[in-house]
């Protein structure tokens, strides 16, 4: 969830932690002795972390995008009603 919520960051610091993350991920498995093994073996879990970091990020960006929208036009309004739009 962390990673999720780092992706979403929007800066190049959160893009180059990602890189960062996907680098030492990489690492672990070529130095693995076997590395088809290796993968094999944690395909599970590979799995369910890549399908639960996509279900953040898309219920993480839907709910910033709302959000925002809201915010925009509650500021709309109250622009409007002081008269300034």
Known sequence: ???AGVALGRNQVALLLCVL???AAAADIL???RPGRF???R???LTTMAIVCTAVL???S???RVVG???ARLRRQRFARAGLF
Do not use: Q
């Open 1 to 3: 969830m962390a990673a």
């Open 21 to 23: 993350l996907l680098a």
């Open 62 to 64: 839907y709910r910033g």
């Open 58 to 60: 898309l219920v993480l």
């Open 39 to 41: 993968l094999r073996e």
């Open 69 to 71: 929208d809201w915010g």
């Open 31 to 33: 130095s693995a002795p």
């Open 43 to 45: 395909l599970g879990v």
